[in-house]
């Protein structure tokens, strides 16, 4: 079924299913945490652990990683360092303040991707990003104003959704890479970024973990490797193939899984305004695909 649908609407999906994946990572982090891997290192060991499970594979394709040059390696390390800081951010400050700042990421991306990428803002992409982000701000009930940064953490948030906007845009830009060698670099990049964070001053005196507790946590490898590593092999497959800003409000799915699972078993709370922020976000990331049908369809009526 899949392979009758066109380059860009599979695309489309992978990203749209990368977002739905990375709406499930709260679970695993709560269990390590919960487990006595906390704060900063459970970052860490959150990319450590795929990076471990594709060592073997790396050791097998280096010469095939090498060919790919600088091009590959900065593509590594502006989406493991925006991840790395993304996930750092919710450390430093309101959960729904860095979710709702790192979600800017479709307004960058669709700006350098006109600015280097000459790609076209069209009206259909400019009402995307509108539904989107009225779709986070209802859903997160953002009742009094945008959350402009007040700390390091809605920093390291903003900070996080401009890595992205890079990334993504160097994604669209590359044709000799592949996803496998993309996901190798990544983890890899962000182990590293996780790690410099960690022992920054920004996040004060955390203690490295006793190597028994880091033992006793691995049973969370298993939904660690389902969730991330299907997630990121999907977003950078279809990424290439779609436009920067697209991609970033096809990956809007997170918000959506986030605050369902989040509801079923964190207890947090979904109502009216949450699924309202949901069905927006939603048809935010269908508008590029529904909005020519029906601008046909109202001219021809008309």
């Known amino acids: 079924m899949l392979s009758s649908l066109s380059l860009k609407a599979r695309a489309s999906l ?4 990368s977002g ?3 709406g499930l990572f ?4 709560r269990g390590m945490d919960s487990a006595g891997v906390t704060d900063a290192w459970a970052t860490v060991l959150f990319y450590g652990v795929p990076l471990i499970i594709f060592s073997p594979w790396i050791l097998l394709n280096w010469r095939r990683i090498a060919s790919c040059g600088w091009p590959l390696h900065f593509i590594g390390i502006a989406t493991g360092v925006s991840l790395a800081f993304y996930s750092n951010a919710m450390l430093y400050t309101e959960v729904v303040r860095g979710l709702v700042l790192y979600y800017t990421t479709p307004v960058w991306s669709l700006l350098l991707a006109r600015i280097l990428l000459g ?4 009206p259909a992409r400019i009402l995307a990003i509108v539904f989107g982000l009225a779709g986070m701000l209802v859903m997160f009930g953002v009742d009094l104003g945008y959350p402009w940064p007040k700390n390091i953490g809605d920093w390291m948030a903003l900070i996080g959704a401009g890595g992205w906007a890079v990334a993504a845009v160097l994604l669209r830009k590359d044709d000799g890479s592949r996803s496998m060698e993309i996901c190798s670099v990544y983890f890899f990049y ?13 996040a004060g005196e955390l203690e490295i973990p006793d190597w028994s507790v880091v033992l006793d946590v691995l049973p969370w490898a ?8 299907p997630g990121a092999y999907a977003a950078f497959w279809g990424a290439p193939h779609l436009n920067p800003g697209v991609v970033g409000l096809l990956m809007m ?4 899984v986030g605050g369902i699972t989040a509801a079923i078993w964190a207890n947090e709370p979904l109502g009216v305004r949450e699924l309202s922020g949901i ?7 269908l508008i590029e695909f529904l909005y020519a049908p029906i601008r046909r369809a109202l001219w021809r009526d008309a």
């Not at 590293?192 to 920054?200: D, E, M, N, P, T």
């Not at 069905?279 to 990331?285: P, R, S």
Request: net charge negative; with cysteine.
């Open 14 to 17: 992978a990203c749209a299913y």
């Open 20 to 22: 739905i994946a990375w």
């Open 26 to 29: 709260w679970i695993p982090l």
């Open 119 to 122: 790609e076209s803002i069209t």
């Open 190 to 202: 962000g182990v590293i970024a996780s790690i410099v964070l960690a022992l920054s001053p920004m």
């Open 222 to 229: 298993i939904p660690i490797a389902i969730i991330v590593i």
């Open 253 to 256: 799915t997170e918000l959506s």
């Open 279 to 285: 069905a927006l976000i939603t048809l935010a990331g």
